[in-house]
């Protein structure tokens, strides 16, 4: 329950307000690990129905255990695409490893940022890039997800890590009243 609270408030917070709240409009909760995830109204970062590997899980405070991002299954080589239209603010390796960042368009104050790897960048710092547009390619990083290969996507709004997922479901999030608690 506290992992769909958690899903909820960042959903809400991603979608903004859109009137008053439907009793009946729920948004489904995270696919859980080996599903496939559904497709919604923006492209996914990889072809075809992805399947979630490892789930978002937050971190209870801000330097906890956690996983900050979402796993989707994605050999080496697999074309990654963005999800959104932005600007690529960053290209290159951390810690070895190939990172892309873009920071989406009219996302708010401080925008959303979207990242990506194991992958190699194929778009410069500065470059604007589209919705659906091939941005990098998936790099092997065994010891992230094994051989089989998966990529790391995440989401951040400031220092806040927010589920990527969000990004692709479409709808509106509505919290509804908790009782008992």
Known sequence: MH??????LATAALAGSAGPP?????????????????????????????VVVRAWNPPATPYGPGHRGVDLAAPPGTEIRAVAAGRVTFAGPVAGTGVL????????SPPLRTTYEPVRALVRVG???AAGQLVATMEAAPAH?????????????????????ALVRGGHA???PVWGV
């Open 145 to 165: 997800c094994g051989e089989e290969g998966c990529l790391h996507w995440g989401l951040k709004r400031g220092v806040l890590y927010l589920n990527p997922l």
């Open 22 to 50: 439907a009793r009946t409009a729920m948004p489904a909760p995270p696919p859980a690990v080996g599903e496939a995830a559904r497709t919604g109204g923006r492209p996914w970062p990889v072809p075809g129905t992805p």
């Open 174 to 176: 509505r919290l509804l």
């Open 3 to 8: 992992r769909t609270l958690l899903w909820l």
């Open 127 to 129: 470059e604007r890039v």
């Open 101 to 108: 960042t873009i920071t989406l368009d009219g996302s708010g």
